[in-house]
């Protein structure tokens, strides 16, 4: 595998199961982060880890709860969705968070919430 | 809050130039990038400004004026791989990109 890689590619829940979303990077790299993309919206940062530290939680709601076990490996957990939560998840990874430092995306999650 | 504004939408034919405007109003600014989308497909790093002028690669290249809160993706030498969303992201912190919703660009034959 190279890059960023997320699984599942597709995944469909109910508002009452818990489901996770994972990412994984072979890219040696610091930082990852999770964004959310909604049809016709710019993508939303929802959290950023660097060094397996969260440094950024971007006002998102407690069912989503993210864990960084180590510096490759980055988890989106997801509990009692809505229904407007339903998006493309998408994972990035970057070599730190230095200003030039550009993000590598996943291929993303498209996670629908009936 | 962060405000970045792009056309939703372009049509050009093969060969042919398009050029796509980004505007921007945020609290810093650190940088400009642009990536590149496809349709159910990871968004891909094209182009990187922090300072003023223009950044040519290939094909591709991406101009920026900080006084004005302006970029642009000036794509060359249209081709049908090049329909896709094209992604204008201003870093306006430490570590944070600000998004704006993409530009839709179909090349026509």
């Known amino acids: 595998e190279t890059g960023v890689t997320q699984t599942p590619r597709h995944l469909v829940m109910g508002m009452t199961n818990k489901k996770s979303l994972k990412c994984e990077q072979h890219l040696g790299h610091n930082a990852m982060y999770w964004y959310k993309q909604s049809a016709k919206k710019p993508l939303e940062l929802m959290f950023v880890y660097s060094l397996e530290e969260r440094v950024e939680n971007n006002s998102v709601p407690s069912r989503f709860s993210p864990e960084c076990p180590n510096s490759s490996h980055l988890f989106l957990h997801l509990h009692t969705l809505q229904p407007e939560d339903s998006a493309l998840y998408l994972c990035?990874?970057?070599?730190?968070?230095?200003?030039?430092?550009?993000?590598?995306f996943g291929p993303g999650t498209r996670l629908t919430v009936l | 809050g962060q405000n970045i504004d792009q056309p939703t939408e372009m049509t050009a034919t093969e060969g042919a130039i398009v050029q796509i405007n980004c505007t921007y109003q945020?609290?810093?600014?650190?940088?400009l990038f642009w990536y590149q989308q496809h349709a159910g497909e990871a968004p891909t790093f094209l182009s990187y400004n922090v300072l003023d002028g223009l950044e040519e690669k290939g094909r591709f290249s991406s101009f920026l004026s900080r006084s004005k809160g302006y970029s642009y993706l000036l794509l060359k030498e249209l081709q049908m791989k090049d329909s896709a969303s094209y992604l204008c992201a201003v870093r306006d912190g430490d570590y944070k990109l600000s998004f704006g919703a993409g530009t839709t660009v179909t090349v026509r034959a």
């Open positions: 990035a990874s970057s070599q730190g968070l230095a200003e030039d430092n550009e993000q590598f």
């Open positions: 945020t609290s810093g600014f650190n940088g």
